[in-house]
């Protein structure tokens, strides 16, 4: 069991590499489904006994991050005519490269932390951290506004990680909340994406520069 | 009773978006408003009189805090809800269905983040408020507006999302001290002694960050100026007034939770030091600023700044700040709904275009100055009041240096803002451009603002004794472990 946990931890820290150094939006957004997909199975392992509402939750975890949110991604960026995001501000070797030594970094800061018994060897928190700061280089190194959604999402991911070891303190409720608003936020982000594209007939953000002192 | 604090804004909301008629709807929020006002003050009166209101195995509970923020942004959103028919009127070309809809779902997601005593779900409240009234900025369905939409949605979903992290980080603290992890805020004060101190440090720096950003602390301000410029002023208001309001409650919580573990301090300091920069950094930008509502936005991060300091410094400065943020928003109602009958009249925001408005709309003109008196703290209206208590405590407590800064940055702040407002309201108008209608000031859009003035003059003469009673038992229940 713990083996298959660490594996599937693995396979999110690999996708989170791969995201940061693609240029095809579609293969980001691939990425960050299947992560979704990954992080339910996650759910679904760490939950000791799964009742009623326990397998709920994985179902919607599965559901909105693995395949609701992508799709309505793959639409946005359909409507916006965008398949590449060309020039980031730092190109995808440096932010694979960045991303790699963030890993590390979070690997050896995370033995450094006073974490609880049962998770001192635990892959999840360098995992978390590696994710979010994965989720942050997305966000402030690329232009077109999908791949900072996508930055965004992935350091949800990150931080739903860290939420695994919590499970008690997270009621069936909020987490629902927490997932609602989720594909609320993406939802109205899409639509904002949608009339930015239509009001400068491109989605990069370089575009947003009117507001400034 | 406590559900109702919820549902009936809720409620009208659900009516708001089903009612057919563009010219009717605003209607609904003023009666909405009273609405909620008069169940607001129901809930506050049941509690003054020792009931205890609470719901969902006590995830929600009415406490001395939550009820006066409640209180006073629903007394906010009547007054802002009596402006409302008017300016729709105004942009009668503009679909309302959901511009109003989404007020009342704002004033919702507020009322539970005042309620909320599981984190979590103050959480998920506070960023249904994000996602509510995003749409409310891009009311102007124009490239700026845009802009500021997008800086707004991602720049505050990604500063909530740091603060869930704090709040994980909060609820491993109570697991590594070997409880059960929880975020009930109740648990949470209750054991917070035992609370492991390094995850009780970093899980309050990044609630503090996040909820800051929502709050619009400098350094992570930076899409306040951008939002509050390019939102109708009413949007402006309650952004103001309002969901930066609730940001503060969430920040006061974790507060609460770190007074309780005896880590006073450490949340003092840092209080204390972004309470300074913000007015800094609110103080540089007003000078010469050249757009009226950038000129509110940052004074709001000043007085976001003020209020933080306040809780920094303690003592009777916790009672000044929890004073402040009720005669900051009131005065900050004044200025952005005077400022956005200006921005009408002119078709413009820039100084380079607005001047004269004493002379073209007399009534806003006159507000707009009352307002940049009253919010710089000039005697005698309702900020000197707090802004002197605040001072005063820093002074008595031997805080001589930030009581030095403080004024001083009071003082550039008069003359930065000064200057810019002085300009828009003196001198000649410039001609109107020919054949485009010409707004003057009418009672529909005047008469709200000047009841909100009358509210600030009032308070800064008299504070009412339940009002009195209401902040005491705030900074009170703020500053005590359980």
Request: aromatic share 10%.
């Amino acid at each position: 069991m713990h083996a298959l946990l660490d594996a599937l931890v693995i396979a999110i820290l690999a996708l989170n590499l791969y995201a940061l150094g693609v240029s095809r939006i579609r293969a980001v957004i691939n990425a960050v489904a299947l992560q979704g997909v990954l992080l339910g199975g996650l759910l679904f392992l760490v939950h000791a006994t799964l009742d009623v509402r326990g397998a709920l939750l994985v179902i919607a975890t599965l559901v909105i991050k693995g395949v609701v949110i992508p799709a309505f991604l793959v639409h946005a960026m359909r409507e916006a005519e965008i398949q590449h995001e060309v020039t980031p501000f730092v190109s995808f070797m440096s932010s694979m490269l960045l991303g790699a030594v963030g890993t590390g970094l979070a690997v050896g800061f995370a033995h450094t932390l006073p974490l609880a018994e049962p998770h001192t060897n635990a892959l999840l928190v360098p995992a978390s951290f590696a994710t979010v700061w994965t989720g942050f280089l997305l966000l402030i190194t690329r232009k077109k506004a999908i791949m900072q959604v996508l930055g965004y999402l992935l350091l949800e991911n990150g931080i739903f990680l860290f939420g695994l070891l919590l499970l008690e303190a997270m009621p069936f409720m909020v987490e629902i909340g927490v997932l609602l608003d989720l594909f609320t936020g993406v939802f109205v982000m899409g639509i904002i994406i949608h009339h930015i594209s239509r009001e400068f007939s491109s989605i990069s953000t370089e575009n947003l520069a009117e507001l400034k002192e | 009773m406590i559900y109702l604090l919820i549902a009936f804004p809720l409620f009208m909301a659900a009516a708001t978006f089903l009612w057919p008629s563009d010219r009717t709807r605003p209607w609904l929020l003023p009666i909405g408003g009273l609405g909620q006002l008069a169940v607001v003050l129901g809930a506050m009166s049941l509690t003054m009189h020792g009931a205890v209101l609470t719901g969902l195995s006590d995830w929600l509970r009415l406490d001395a805090l939550g009820r006066l923020i409640l209180g006073f942004v629903s007394v906010l959103f009547f007054l802002c809800s009596l402006y409302a028919p008017g300016y729709l009127a105004l942009r009668a070309d503009r679909p309302n269905r959901l511009f109003c809809g989404n007020l009342f779902l704002v004033q919702g997601l507020m009322s539970l983040v005042m309620v909320s005593h599981h984190l979590g779900l103050m959480w998920v409240a506070m960023e249904g408020t994000t996602l509510a009234s995003a749409s409310s900025l891009y009311f102007n369905h124009n490239a700026r507006s845009l802009e500021a939409t997008w800086k707004y949605l991602l720049i505050g979903s990604v500063g909530i999302a740091l603060a869930l992290l704090g709040s994980f980080f909060l609820a491993y603290a109570a697991l590594k001290a070997g409880l059960e992890s929880t975020l009930l805020f109740d648990a949470l004060v209750r054991e917070a002694p035992r609370l492991s101190p390094p995850w009780l440090h970093a899980g309050f720096v990044l609630l503090f960050v996040g909820y800051g950003t929502k709050m619009g602390l400098a350094p992570m301000h930076t899409w306040k100026p951008d939002a509050y410029g390019e939102a109708p002023g009413i949007v402006g208001t309650l952004l103001a007034g309002g969901v930066t309001s609730c940001a503060f409650l969430a920040i006061l919580r974790m507060y609460h939770i770190c007074v309780a573990a005896g880590e006073a301090d450490f949340a003092r300091e840092i209080f204390v030091a972004t309470g300074l920069l913000s007015m800094a950094v609110g103080a540089v930008f007003m000078v010469r600023q050249r757009d009226l509502k950038r000129l509110l936005a940052y004074s709001s991060v000043e007085h976001m700044g003020i209020l933080v300091l306040g809780i920094g410094l303690g003592g009777a400065a916790t009672y000044g700040a929890l004073l402040h943020l009720i005669n900051n928003g009131l005065t900050k109602a004044v200025l952005f709904l005077s400022a956005g009958n200006i921005h009408r009249a002119y078709g413009s925001k820039m100084t380079s275009d607005v001047r004269g408005a004493l002379k073209r709309v007399p009534l806003s003109g006159a507000l707009f100055l009352a307002g940049f008196l009253a919010i710089t703290g000039s005697p005698p209206f309702a900020p000197f009041v707090s802004e002197f208590t605040i001072l005063s405590a820093a002074i008595r407590d031997g805080h001589f240096v930030v009581g030095g800064l403080f004024l001083l940055l009071l003082g550039v702040v008069f003359v930065g803002m000064g200057a810019t407002v002085l300009g828009v309201v003196q001198g000649e108008p410039p001609d109107p451009p020919p054949g485009a209608p010409v707004l003057r000031d009418s009672v529909a859009t005047g008469a709200p603002i000047v009841l909100c003035l009358a509210l600030v003059l009032l308070l800064g003469l008299y504070v009412p004794r339940p009002l009195v009673t209401l902040v005491r038992e705030a900074a009170a229940f703020l500053e005590t472990a359980p």
